[in-house]
C-alpha cells in the first residue's frame, strides 16, 4: 500500500462513489465547482471520528463560502457487521446533523488509492486535484479546546489564499481501516 506521505505533490486519484444522498459524486466532476476539496475517511463507530466530527462540521461551515468542501468517506469492511453499512451510514449522517457529503468506498479501492490507513485521515486537494496536504485533522484528538496547531484549518487558509502549505504531513492519528479479508 502506497504511504499517504508519498502522495503529497501527486494527483489524486480519481473515483466515483455513491452519497448517502443517493448522488453519485465523480472527483473530477466535483472539483470543477470548488477552489479546494477536503477528503476525509471516516467510520461510524471509530472513537476518534466521533471527537472529530464536530471539528470536520465547523471546518465546513467555516470554509464553504470560500470554495471549499469537504467529502466524507467510508471505506470500512461491512462484512460480518452492519455498523458500517450503507444504511448506517445514513443514520450517522442524520443523528450527526453532518453538513457535508458522505460517500460508500464499497471495494475499498479509493483508500488504498490514497495511502489511507486510520479514520480520521484527511487529504486536502487543490482545484488540479493536486494533494496538498494529508493526515491528521490537528494536534489534539481529545479536545479541540487544547489543539495547539490547527493542521487542515490553516492549510485550507493557506491554499485558498495562494500560500505556501506547512507542514505538507503529519502522521494521522486514528482507528485503523477495517480492511476486508483477503478470500484468495
Not at 471527537?51 to 465547523?58: A, D, F, I, W
Not at 485550507?156 to 495562494?162: E, R
Amino acid at each position: 500500500m502506497t504511504v499517504a506521505c508519498n502522495l503529497v505533490g501527486d494527483y489524486a486519484p480519481d473515483f466515483e462513489l455513491p452519497g448517502i444522498d443517493k448522488q453519485v459524486y465523480h472527483l473530477g466532476r466535483y472539483l470543477e465547482k470548488f477552489k479546494a476539496l477536503g477528503v476525509v475517511f471516516l467510520g461510524n463507530n471509530c472513537p476518534y471520528v466521533k471527537k472529530y466530527l464536530e471539528r470536520l462540521k465547523q471546518i465546513q461551515a467555516d470554509f464553504a463560502t470560500d470554495g471549499f468542501t469537504l467529502v466524507g468517506i467510508n471505506s470500512n469492511d461491512t462484512d460480518g457487521t452492519i455498523q458500517d453499512s450503507f444504511e448506517s451510514m445514513e443514520s450517522f449522517a442524520q443523528a450527526n446533523q453532518l453538513n457535508f457529503p458522505y460517500l460508500r468506498d464499497p471495494t475499498q479501492d479509493v483508500a488504498r488509492s490514497f495511502g489511507a490507513t486510520v479514520i480520521p485521515e484527511v487529504f486536502l486537494l487543490d482545484s488540479q486535484a493536486v494533494i496538498r496536504y494529508a493526515g491528521s485533522i490537528d494536534d489534539c484528538s481529545e479536545s479541540a479546546a487544547q489543539v495547539t496547531n490547527n493542521y487542515l484549518r490553516n492549510n485550507i487558509s493557506a491554499l485558498l489564499a495562494g500560500k505556501e502549505i506547512s507542514p505538507t504531513y503529519i502522521e494521522p492519528i486514528g482507528s485503523s481501516i477495517i480492511w476486508r479479508a483477503n478470500k484468495s
